[in-house]
């Protein structure tokens, strides 16, 4: 078959279209190989759901809080969050007819009846089976996660939430999770027509400013990010393995600098976080004496490690940046500097005395800014009323 302009493609041209035809029909058929068990998993899960919404009276609930979360089962730093201030809310509820519930965003999780990320035994329910199931006079709270507030509104349908609006008093809290995907100004504005009383919680304080206010049009409350089983305690120096934990970020930097830490260092192990279960990061984020993260900055492979007393590796980023830390010898301002400094900072720094005193430099803005009981607070401070900037 000759191209438009006359010519044959080139051999390889044509062997990569008939490869990516083959490819869609191999898909395709796993995808009905997979069917029948999806099917019954849909059945199982159904089934489940349904027990759990008459063993916790959603039905019978005069508010019901829902978290909405995507379909994915993999470990997100974002599902742990709603996972944990899901289970905050529903101890702030606690012997009240309130109640709070996590339901998949519309058409995703359909399936499924629990998320797979880690250990919980939360039951996730459809949306569309809880709104069936709530009395008519139960008033509702949606927690949209930021990313998918466009997409829900437009999929679930604005007749609907109007609906909802007029029959259950729903309101919607956006949860600001990152800064890079909030929705825009002209699309808030847009929901304030139906929700004059929506509002977002904002998981960084440096993002939480009269002048983010004042452009969202909405109040804004800083709840932050907390999702650790324990209290993250701080571990000694001689507790740490000789272990470098890297996150699985893709990065065009990350060979180059792995590869100078394995040549300088040939003793220290090196474990890229991939295809762990949470938990299994979690005992490695504790015996850790160093990480790095090649992701957003300051993230949960930064500030996890330095809370427990290890060392972490960063470069900084604008977005994800946290008061406190702006002269820290492991931030670095690009990866270039990191790949040239990164070898002689933890030579210098591996010592008991020296390494606990930057950890203590570090570990005390962290503090400032997060922890399971600043995160209670927080949360029930925004169910009172009390918000950051009203």
């Known amino acids: 078959m000759l191209n438009p302009s006359g010519l044959r493609p080139p051999l390889n041209s044509r062997l990569t279209r008939i490869w990516r035809g083959i490819t869609r029909r191999l898909q395709f058929v796993r995808a009905l190989i997979g069917l029948p068990g999806r099917l019954a998993s849909w059945l199982v899960s159904r089934r489940i759901q349904r027990s759990k919404i008459n063993q916790f009276r959603y039905g019978t609930r005069k508010k019901l809080v829902i978290f909405l979360i995507p379909g994915i089962q993999r470990v997100v730093g974002g599902m742990l969050q709603i996972f944990s201030l899901h289970r905050l809310s529903r101890e702030f509820f606690k012997d009240t007819e309130v109640d709070s519930l996590i339901c998949w965003l519309p058409g995703e999780g359909w399936a499924d009846h629990r998320y797979d990320g880690f250990n919980n035994d939360v039951t996730v329910f459809p949306l569309r089976m809880v709104l069936k199931s709530c009395a008519p006079n139960c008033e509702l709270m949606i927690h949209l996660p930021e990313f998918a507030a466009e997409r829900f509104c437009n999929s679930f349908g604005w007749d609907r939430l109007t609906s909802l609006r007029e029959s259950n008093s729903l309101r919607i809290n956006i949860l600001q999770q990152n800064s890079d995907t909030m929705p825009s100004p002209s699309f808030i504005k847009q929901l304030l027509a139906i929700f004059s009383d929506l509002s977002s919680t904002v998981c960084n304080s440096a993002w939480v400013t009269v002048g983010e206010r004042r452009r969202l049009g909405i109040p804004l409350h800083f709840l932050p990010t907390w999702y650790y089983p324990d209290d993250a305690p701080w571990q000694p120096y001689e507790s740490k393995e000789n272990l470098l934990i890297v996150s699985p970020d893709p990065n065009p930097n990350r060979d180059l600098i792995i590869g100078a830490i394995r040549n300088a260092l040939p003793s220290l ?32 492979y930064f500030y996890g490690p330095m809370l427990r007393g290890g060392v972490a590796f960063a470069v900084r980023n604008a977005t994800f940046d946290l008061p406190g830390l702006e002269e820290k010898r492991t931030i670095y301002p690009s990866y270039e500097m990191m790949a040239n400094r990164i070898v002689e900072d933890i030579k210098a720094l591996d010592s008991k005395v020296v390494y606990e005193a930057y950890n203590k430099s570090v570990r005390g803005p962290l503090k400032n800014e997060f922890g399971r009981d600043r995160t209670t607070q927080a949360l029930a401070a925004f169910y009172r009323g009390e918000w950051t900037l009203p």
């Open 269 to 300: 192990r090196i474990q890229v976080i991939w295809g762990l279960k949470y938990e299994q990061y979690l005992e490695l984020e504790r015996a850790a004496k160093w990480s790095i993260t090649f992701g957003e900055g300051l993230d949960g």
